[in-house]
């Protein structure tokens, strides 16, 4: 593929998913007024590359151009970084490998893009027909970026996002490798970004769906990815904001028995009791981590020391 400053590279990391050929097929049909052309980029991170065959058939059968990279790591850091080493336009969007572009999709990320070093679009939970009421009541696996109180975006996610990859190439950005196995490596990486000056934006109208899998439904498993995500987010305390990290032992402990009562008093509506206690849940991992300074692993079992947080451009 040639440079092209006008075109936007779309990148699907995937690992062991047949859904990746709905990604594709999604995308395959996204049309952006004022960009030059698209260009999808399919990553796989497995140890062989084992969606190639169904990849290469499905866009034989459609006449679609794909650019297949094997990047052999089981780590989803591997494979961001082969895509931002893969990208020669100034625009690299992400979609995950088990979610499906809404038409709208890669034209409301791109004309939300000027002034942005990344525009972040919501990722809309397709819960299956057997999932707990109170999990696609509450709506709990639904994304939107994490905003402070004055409205900042100060992280986001890679699973729909459109970035400036001329941003990303001056500062020498790159998804940490250590985080790769554990999950937040990509809310680290936009909050670098943040901390390095680069503006975050939002784009309501570039809805991406994600079909929930059963596992995802579990009550063990939402616990899992929401107390990691208060881990991660007491490393990013730590690194950009030393005062609000130390009274995380005294704030936290306060803030856990709240949510928790406030879950005891909504007993009768176990949707919102149940988002009182996920709620918690973030507020316990941010007090382990500051207590013990290890990282919850969630994909495979195993700790990320406190000195191993990576800093921006690490």
């Given at each position: 593929?040639k440079d092209n400053e006008d075109?936007?590279?779309?990148?699907?990391?995937?690992?062991?998913?047949?859904?990746?050929?709905?990604?594709?097929?999604?995308?395959?049909?996204?049309?952006?007024?004022?960009?030059?052309?698209?260009?999808?980029?399919?990553?796989?991170?497995?140890?062989?590359?084992?969606?190639?065959?169904?990849?290469?058939?499905?866009?034989?059968?459609?006449?679609?151009?794909?650019?297949?990279?094997?990047?052999?790591?089981?780590?989803?850091?591997?494979?961001?970084?082969?895509?931002?080493?893969?990208?020669?336009?100034?625009?690299?969007?992400?979609?995950?490998?088990?979610?499906?572009?809404?038409?709208?999709?890669?034209?409301?990320?791109?004309?939300?893009?000027?002034?942005?070093?990344?525009?972040?679009?919501?990722?809309?939970?397709?819960?299956?027909?057997?999932?707990?009421?109170?999990?696609?009541?509450?709506?709990?696996?639904?994304?939107?970026?994490?905003?402070?109180?004055?409205?900042?975006i100060i992280t986001g996610y890679?699973?729909?996002?459109?970035?400036?990859?001329?941003?990303?190439?001056?500062?020498?950005?790159?998804?940490?490798?250590?985080?790769?196995?554990?999950?937040?490596?990509?809310?680290?990486?936009?909050?670098?970004?943040?901390?390095?000056?680069?503006?975050?934006?939002?784009?309501?109208?570039?809805?991406?769906?994600?079909?929930?899998?059963?596992?995802?439904?579990?009550?063990?498993?939402?616990?899992?990815?929401?107390?990691?995500?208060?881990?991660?987010?007491?490393?990013?305390?730590?690194?950009?904001?030393?005062?609000?990290?130390?009274?995380?032992?005294?704030?936290?402990?306060?803030?856990?028995?709240?949510?928790?009562?406030?879950?005891?008093?909504?007993?009768?509506?176990?949707?919102?009791?149940?988002?009182?206690?996920?709620?918690?849940?973030?507020?316990?991992?941010?007090?382990?981590?500051?207590?013990?300074?290890?990282?919850?692993?969630?994909?495979?079992?195993?700790?990320?020391?406190?000195?191993?947080?990576?800093?921006?451009?690490?």
């Amino acid at each position: 593929m040639k440079d092209n400053e006008d075109g936007i590279s779309i990148c699907i990391c995937t690992y062991r998913r047949p859904s990746v050929i709905a990604t594709i097929k999604s995308v395959a049909t996204q049309r952006v007024p004022g960009a030059a052309n698209t260009h999808t980029i399919v990553i796989d991170n497995d140890t062989i590359p084992s969606s190639k065959d169904i990849v290469e058939t499905y866009c034989q059968s459609q006449n679609l151009e794909l650019t297949f990279i094997h990047a052999p790591a089981q780590n989803i850091s591997v494979a961001r970084n082969a895509a931002l080493a893969a990208t020669r336009t100034r625009w690299l969007a992400f979609i995950d490998d088990d979610e499906r572009a809404s038409s709208t999709w890669l034209s409301a990320l791109y004309s939300n893009r000027f002034g942005a070093a990344a525009v972040f679009g919501p990722v809309q939970a397709i819960y299956p027909s057997n999932a707990p009421k109170w999990l696609s009541q509450a709506d709990l696996l639904s994304s939107t970026p994490f905003r402070l109180r004055n409205g900042s975006i100060i992280t986001g996610y890679s699973g729909n996002v459109l970035i400036d990859m001329e941003f990303v190439r001056r500062q020498k950005l790159r998804f940490d490798k250590k985080f790769g196995k554990l999950g937040g490596e990509d809310t680290i990486f936009f909050n670098a970004m943040h901390q390095l000056g680069g503006h975050l934006a939002y784009a309501p109208g570039a809805i991406a769906y994600e079909e929930v899998s059963n596992i995802r439904t579990t009550l063990p498993w939402v616990i899992a990815r929401r107390y990691r995500a208060g881990q991660t987010y007491a490393m990013l305390q730590q690194r950009y904001n030393v005062r609000k990290y130390r009274q995380i032992p005294l704030t936290s402990p306060i803030k856990i028995a709240f949510c928790a009562g406030i879950a005891s008093l909504l007993a009768i509506r176990p949707s919102r009791a149940m988002w009182w206690l996920m709620r918690g849940v973030f507020h316990w991992g941010m007090l382990t981590y500051r207590l013990n300074g290890n990282v919850y692993q969630e994909y495979w079992p195993s700790v990320v020391q406190e000195d191993e947080v990576p800093r921006p451009n690490s």
